[in-house]
């Protein structure tokens, strides 16, 4: 088990199976629930505090392990969606795309004391995954551009998922 007082958890989730394609943007209104879709459409830019983005640095450059985390649940927080402004607010502290993709994923195992089994791709290991359409460490906004995602061996299509999960429209 991990020692609690070495890790630092930051508010975001890496639940990008769930969240549609960015390039699909045109079909996001057909696929998932009205609500979710006004929702993101009338997002609000976050305005993270200027100190809450330092201790983020602070913690960071101190050695201390960030995993990403979610508050979703809370007003306000989509599950799915959020992720992405919350990786981009790890970004406005000072991270590097990279290292917003570390605290995702090795950084996140390590804290569960799996990193055995998943985390980094490597024989042997747990490979779900996601293949983007853009360049990750170029820019964690391109973390929303899914081309497929690779869960227990199976290929699925984003948007094809959504539509398998999104109530039919005029229905109760």
Do not use: C
Not at 71 to 87: K, Q, W
Not at 95 to 112: C, D, E, F, I
Not at 120 to 141: F, N, Q, S
């Amino acid at each position: 088990m991990f020692n609690r007082t070495r890790w630092f958890g930051f508010t975001a989730a890496l639940l990008l199976a769930a969240v549609p394609s960015q390039a699909a943007d045109r079909s996001i209104k057909e696929i998932v629930p009205e609500r979710v879709a006004k929702a993101m459409a009338d997002a609000v830019p976050p305005k993270p505090s200027a100190i809450a983005l330092q201790n983020l640095r602070k913690v960071w450059d101190a050695g201390i392990p960030v995993v990403m985390g979610t508050d979703a649940g809370n007003i306000g927080t989509l599950h799915g969606p959020s992720v992405f402004r919350e990786m981009e607010i790890m970004t406005q502290a000072g991270l590097s795309p990279v290292q917003v993709l570390r605290s995702a994923t090795s950084n996140g195992a390590k804290a569960m004391g799996i990193d055995s089994e998943l985390g980094t791709l490597a024989p042997g290991k747990l490979a779900d995954l996601v293949i983007l359409d853009a360049d990750p460490l170029a820019d964690v906004r391109n973390l929303s551009k899914i081309r497929r995602v690779i869960k227990d061996g199976k290929v699925f299509v984003p948007n094809k998922l959504m539509r398998s999960i999104a109530p039919k429209r005029g229905s109760s």
